[in-house]
């Protein structure tokens, strides 16, 4: 594992803007891993501010999306489909029929998951795979305890999870209960994985990723056995790790 330590989340999105636009201008047929949540906002800022001064083109990338949350049609806000059309899709020359978010309200919810194992496969695995880190150890929405050979599939929240993610609804009670995650061997297939990790919050998580036991009980440990891992993380974020 590479990590790169930087002094807060502006410098994290500044840095992770260079290494994805570096991907990106250098792989052929580039196919991307994307994340939603606060932690990618800014590299989706600052993709989109390179993008309008022509350091980079969207054209020929392939993009499948870590989860969904069960139940929200495309257009609800808090679905993950919309954050990406609203953060980065509108914003750059990407084509909507290369881009997969799982789609959390299909009659068939196993298929569908099938259907986006199929889709990164038929693209020929993802390249390169960005990450966010839940406070809990989550990577994607696979929450501490799932097995390290899940593929995509339907997962329960935790209640911790659920809080943490209640600031963007009107209440605790909107917030899904269930979501469509790429599983810990889908991720863990990738090429190339981006892991970025801001905030005093996340800063045991990251603790126990670099410095503790490989264990199901904290999902991103898993991270230790891929052999090209880089963790763009900011001091904060550093701030339990010796
Ligand atoms: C998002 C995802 C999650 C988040 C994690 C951190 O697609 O898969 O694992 O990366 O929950 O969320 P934020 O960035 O909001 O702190």
Same mark, same amino acid.
């Given at each position: +594992? ?97 881009? &997969? ?15 986006? %194992? ?44 659920? %809080?943490?993610?209640? &600031? ?5 009670? %909107? ?6 995650? +790429? ?29 503790? %036991? ?29």
């Amino acid at each position: +594992m590479e990590l790169i330590k930087v002094k807060d989340y502006d410098a994290m999105s500044e840095e992770a803007c260079a290494f994805l636009v570096e991907r990106i201008n250098r792989i052929e047929n580039p196919v991307l891993g994307l994340a939603t949540g606060s932690t990618p906002e800014g590299l989706y800022k600052r993709i989109i501010e390179k993008y309008n001064q022509n350091e980079v083109s969207f054209k020929k990338v392939k993009s499948f999306n870590l989860d969904e949350y069960v139940g929200l049609e495309k257009e609800d806000p808090n679905s993950y489909y919309y954050f990406m059309k609203d953060k980065l899709f509108d914003h750059v020359d990407i084509s909507l029929d290369n881009v &997969r978010v799982p789609n959390g309200v299909a009659a068939d919810l196993k298929q569908e998951c099938e259907a986006h %194992e199929a889709g990164i496969k038929a693209a020929g695995g993802i390249d390169v795979q960005l990450l966010g880190i839940g406070a809990n150890g989550h990577i994607g929405f696979n929450e501490p305890g799932t097995p390290f050979t899940s593929k995509t599939q339907v997962v329960d929240l935790e209640q911790s999870t659920i %809080e943490a993610n209640a &600031r963007f609804f009107n209440s605790i009670e %909107e917030v899904p209960t269930q979501a469509i995650s +790429m599983g810990i061997e889908t991720i863990m297939n990738s090429n190339e994985i981006l892991l970025l990790v801001s905030g005093e919050n996340k800063a045991d998580a990251l603790a126990k990723l670099i410095n503790g %036991e490989v264990t199901e009980d904290v999902p991103a440990s898993v991270l230790q056995n891929h052999a090209n891992v880089t963790i763009i993380a900011d001091e904060a974020a550093l701030s339990v790790v010796n």
